[in-house]
T-cell receptor, first 110, second 115 residues
Framework: QKEVEQDPGPLSVPEGAIVSLNCTYS??????FMWYRQYSRKGPELLMY????GNKEDGRFTAQVDKSSKYISLFIRDSQPSDSATYLC??????????FGTGTRLQVFP | EAGVAQSPRYKIIEKRQSVAFWCNPI?????LYWYQQILGQGPKLLIQ????????DSQLPKDRFSAERLKGVDSTLKIQPAKLEDSAVYLC?????????????FGPGTRLTVL
């Protein structure tokens, strides 16, 4: 079993839709949870960062962490074609060693 | 603020040849990472430097991969000899320090194709 599981998609939605992206994990030592966005032929860029459980909102993006279920989510409201990218969840525990999911490819069509 | 720079952006070699990648991190960042990203997968850490010392190289195939960070700034990653399964994007990242709360900033990567 992988430490971090993520559905690779692809996920195709119309512009304006609410998108839900998810990851599950097995290591209960993970405390820091990130979402990275990766455009084609670019490096990942940090989108959202959450420590421990709870919600965090930034504009159209909301990150949720449920440590009891070992489940994290990223919601994108009013999705735009410019949101089309691969979304990678990543997490780490007491150290700074990031463990990434496989990434979910999202396509938002006009 | 300039981002993480990497070169070359693309490289095509034949198996058993050698190749080297270069990374220049964000100025002032003490921690530098090399990741391997195989198509359809997330990045996997190969090696981590703190200044010019190695912190973690547990997933680096040391029989063929080597890396150095001279003077605690630029870094090079070398593969010798390359295998077909080394075809991947090699990403360099840097962060201020080793805290899990420090953001890792990624470069654009070097796409390696081994024929």
């Amino acid at each position: 079993q992988k430490e971090v599981e993520q559905d690779p998609g692809p996920l195709s939605v119309p512009e304006g839709a609410i998108v839900s992206l998810n990851c599950t994990y097995s290591n209960s030592a993970f405390q820091y949870f990130m979402w990275y966005r990766q455009y084609s032929r670019k490096g990942p860029e940090l989108l959202m960062y959450t420590y421990s459980s709870g919600n965090k909102e930034d504009g159209r993006f909301t990150a949720q962490v449920d440590k009891s279920s070992k489940y994290i989510s990223l919601f994108i409201r009013d999705s735009q074609p410019s949101d089309s990218a691969t979304y990678l969840c990543a997490m780490t525990g007491p150290t700074d060693k990031l463990i990434f999911g496989t990434g979910t490819r999202l396509q938002v069509f006009p | 603020e300039a981002g993480v720079a990497q070169s070359p952006r693309y490289k095509i070699i034949e198996k058993r040849q050698s190749v080297a990648f270069w990374c220049n991190p964000i100025s002032g960042h003490a921690t530098l990472y090399w990741y391997q990203q195989i198509l359809g997968q997330g990045p996997k850490l190969l090696i981590q430097f703190q200044n010019n010392g190695v912190v973690d190289d547990s997933q680096l195939p040391k029989d063929r991969f080597s890396a150095e960070r001279l003077k605690g700034v630029d870094s090079t990653l070398k593969i010798q000899p390359a295998k077909l399964e080394d075809s991947a994007v090699y990403l360099c990242a840097s962060s201020l320090d080793r805290s899990p709360a420090d953001t890792q900033y990624f470069g654009p990567g070097t796409r390696l194709t081994v024929l």
